[in-house]
């Protein structure tokens, strides 16, 4: 990302299954599923890899930089149909406010079109108290 990034509210998301290990195949293919997905419908997506405390290998992350009400939309429209369409999955989506660092679990056993608005709402508040 360039510079700029302090204009866009920076999300970063993890995805997690119940039903899969990290490193099975299926669940990295679901992975690279979501973030197709948000690249096509959100943009301002990067993969990144970090390794993880007590963990082999890197965990897989994707940063959103979301710059509109639109692109929110999108990014969270289209988290919401990847959960529902296999209720074991989950994303922890990691942001900054203030300088603090504050974290929300999604979990496809638990979103509804309510809980995606709300996310929605806090979202685009973030972003207009950033830009």
Known sequence: MTSGDDALLLLTVRPGSEKYADDDE??????????AE?????????????AQAGTKGAVETIVLALASAGSIT???????SWLTRDRTRMVEIIYTVAGHEEKIVLRGTHLDDAVAKQLTDIAIARLRNEA
Do not use: M, P, S, T
């Not at 299926?26 to 973030?35: E, K, M, P, T």
């Open 74 to 80: 999108a990014a969270v429209q289209c988290l919401q």
């Open 38 to 50: 948000l690249r096509r419908e959100a943009g301002g997506v990067r993969r990144e890899a970090a």
């Open 26 to 35: 299926r669940w990295v293919a679901h992975q690279i599923d979501l973030f």
